[in-house]
């Protein structure tokens, strides 16, 4: 009969603790980084009645007569289940997400873990819990922002308001396209000379700028032509007896070897006017009458060689009875025609010496090529030259065409160059800045730049200042080179700092990562960066998902300060609670093992918020409503048990 108290009791004092946790549970619904907790019972001690019994050869086996006597609390389990996320917009708030805990520690090299992220600065700038005043442990970086590998785990402290001291710029780094196909060469005429050029328009296609010298030789073009006898008037008429024509049904003109022009309507009573004028109208022939010699000149108004640009008259008869105009006014032997003659082709030969304006090595000049003759299609003259540049550029004469140019008078074209510029502040040791300007150039040589570096101040530049970057027939990136065997740009900038030497970074040879030269409608190519600063003071700090605390200085620097570790456990349900939302290792949680956020520790950090507490209300009431029902249970066992008794007692009455 007691048994049955003793039972009710423990049942009564385990929900009791049941309902403590519970309690403890709802009481920290709030409480951020807390996981709640849970009890779980088991059966306490058993009395045997009576021990099983082996199957015999006539009976079978009986089980055993146990009596319980009562339950006990077997576990009160911590769980570690992800909290929510609650934002909060404070820099060193931070959650954790997944596994892992923050490392708390003093400088008694205590060590405490929590998931209660709620950190902030002290005033010696230490990251530390406000609320206990211990430091969140993590590593400390170098001067150039790296933690070593070797670096030990401390204290994390944050100089803010620190200087970063001025870094001497050593490379500048270039990048995207030169264009290919870019022209900005204007042609401009500075010397006409003896060429009888009137004018020079258009932009060279090469793109190069430099100063062409022309030299003309040979002769223009001479148009063919014939003479008539001496002696003739413009009003002789052809039956003069001086010239006593009287056939005139064979006259005829052939030009070119391909077209015959007869002459008709003209009779003896006909003029040698009436005969030149009869001359003009046939088309390419001009005939005129010369007053000094009395002859007919006929000219054939396309110069050029004879055996392309000439006529010729019919067959002369003068055969006694009959004579023509050929026999009697051109004097041409019976049978036998007049054919033109004088005519030449033009020997014109145009050599153009090109010195470019900005050169170097191969690059250099001069350049020397022949440039095409423009022929006039209606006189056969040489009236202008063409290719000039590469073609693109038109040079034009006044009347008369060409002329030869003579020792001292040749024909003089320059062409301005095409440019692309860029410039970028780079910083000597004192932290001061300059405005150095790379000028590329358009070669004379194919996929070729020259460059030139200069600078906008007092600044001298010793070694360095040109050079050249060639491309790849593929656009990519051949060599980029510096004039005179330098390595770098060497700078003094007259400051009283020490003399800079910036290497110039173009990208990797035949690759395209750096400078590339296609043909693109346009220049992209920038310097996209430097490697120095001014002196800068740190401001602001920011705290990425791997623990890396990085800090921004005033020069636009920002380098990582230091590191937050975390720690992971191989049972952290065996972590010992020590209150105030921290954790202790003990016996059974296994030794802390540090590392970095996403790497070593599965778990990442999310700055700017806290992890909400893991309890849920809904099942801490269903576990209390359970607890509740579970000790009125147990309580009625006992007030039974108890009337029961009295029962017994009362027997003897």
Excluded: C
């Excluded at 060429?195 to 190069?208: K, L, Q």
């Excluded at 009395?294 to 060689?305: C, E, F, H, L, W």
């Excluded at 800045?433 to 070729?448: C, G, P, Q, T, V």
């Amino acid at each position: 009969m007691m048994a049955s108290l003793f039972s009710g009791v423990s049942g009564l004092k385990n929900h009791q603790v049941k309902m403590n946790v519970i309690g403890n549970n709802i009481a920290n619904i709030n409480t951020i980084g807390f996981k709640t907790s849970r009890v779980n019972f088991q059966e306490a001690l058993v009395q045997t009645l009576q021990g099983a019994g082996r199957p015999s050869s006539v009976l079978g086996g009986t089980n055993p007569v146990q009596l319980g006597l009562g339950m006990e609390v077997s576990s009160i389990d911590t769980l570690f289940q992800q909290g929510g996320l609650e934002t909060t917009g404070q820099i060193t708030d931070l959650a954790i997400q997944g596994e892992g805990f923050f490392v708390l520690g003093d400088l008694n090299d205590n060590r405490f873990y929590t998931r209660a992220g709620a950190f902030g600065f002290d005033a010696n700038t230490n990251l530390v819990d406000p609320a206990t005043g211990l430091f969140v442990l993590g590593k400390m970086a170098d001067e150039q922002g790296i933690i070593p590998s070797l670096a030990t785990t401390g204290p994390i402290t944050i100089p803010f308001g620190q200087q970063d001291p001025a870094q001497a710029t050593t490379i500048i780094t270039l990048a995207n396209n030169l264009n290919a196909s870019a022209t900005e060469s204007v042609a401009d005429l500075l010397q006409a000379g003896s060429s009888n050029v009137n004018g020079v328009s258009g932009i060279a296609e090469d793109g190069v700028g430099g100063t062409h010298v022309i030299t003309i030789t040979g002769a223009q073009a001479q148009a063919a032509s014939v003479t008539s006898i001496a002696g003739l008037s413009l009003n002789q008429t052809l039956d003069d007896p001086a010239l006593n024509v009287n056939d005139f049904t064979n006259f005829s003109i052939t030009i070119d070897n391909t077209r015959t022009e007869p002459i008709v309507g003209l009779t003896g009573s006909s003029t040698i006017a009436d005969l030149i004028y009869a001359i003009n109208l046939i088309a390419g022939l001009t005939a005129e009458f010369d007053s000094t010699t009395g002859s007919i000149v006929i000219t054939r108004d396309m110069a050029g060689s004879p055996s392309e640009y000439g006529f010729e008259s019919s067959v002369s008869v003068n055969n006694g009875l009959d004579r023509n105009i050929v026999a009697g006014v051109f004097g041409i032997p019976d049978g036998l025609t007049f054919v033109s003659s004088g005519g030449a082709a033009t020997t014109y030969v145009a050599t153009d010496t090109f010195t470019p304006l900005v050169g170097s090595g191969a690059a250099t000049g001069p350049f020397i090529s022949l440039l095409d003759l423009v022929i006039d299609d209606q006189t056969g003259l040489v009236v202008g030259l063409d290719n000039f540049g590469g073609g693109g550029v038109e040079i034009t004469t006044f009347a008369g065409g060409l002329m030869p140019t003579a020792v001292g008078q040749e024909l003089i074209i320059e062409t301005a160059p095409t440019t692309h510029s860029m410039s970028i502040a780079v910083f000597d040791s004192l932290g001061e800045k300059h405005i150095l300007s790379i000028e590329f150039f358009k070669s004379a040589l194919d996929n070729r730049w020259e460059w030139g570096a200069s600078t906008l101040g007092t600044e001298t530049i010793s070694s360095g200042s040109t050079g050249y970057v060639q491309f790849n027939p593929d656009g990519s990136l051949n060599t980029f080179e510096y004039n005179g065997g330098a390595q770098s740009i060497v700078m003094d900038p007259d400051n009283g700092a020490l003399s800079l030497s910036i290497e110039v970074d173009a990208g990797t040879v035949n690759t395209y990562d750096g400078l590339t030269g296609f043909s693109s409608g346009s220049h992209t190519a920038s310097i996209i960066g430097q490697d120095g600063y001014g002196l800068g003071i740190l401001e602001k700090i920011s705290i990425d998902q791997t623990g890396n605390i990085s800090g921004f200085f005033s020069n636009g620097v920002t380098r990582i300060l230091a590191q937050i570790i975390l720690a992971d456990f191989s049972n952290e349900a065996g972590l010992r609670k020590v209150g105030r939302s921290m954790y202790q290792e003990s016996a059974n949680s296994g030794e802390p093992v540090e590392g970095v956020a996403g790497a070593t520790i599965a778990g990442t950090l999310s700055s700017g918020a806290l992890e909400s507490s893991s309890v849920d209300i809904a099942q801490e009431f269903t576990s209390m409503i359970t607890a509740q029902r579970g000790f009125q249970a147990n309580a009625r066992i006992i007030t039974t048990s108890d009337n029961m008794l009295d029962d017994l007692v009362n027997i003897k009455r």
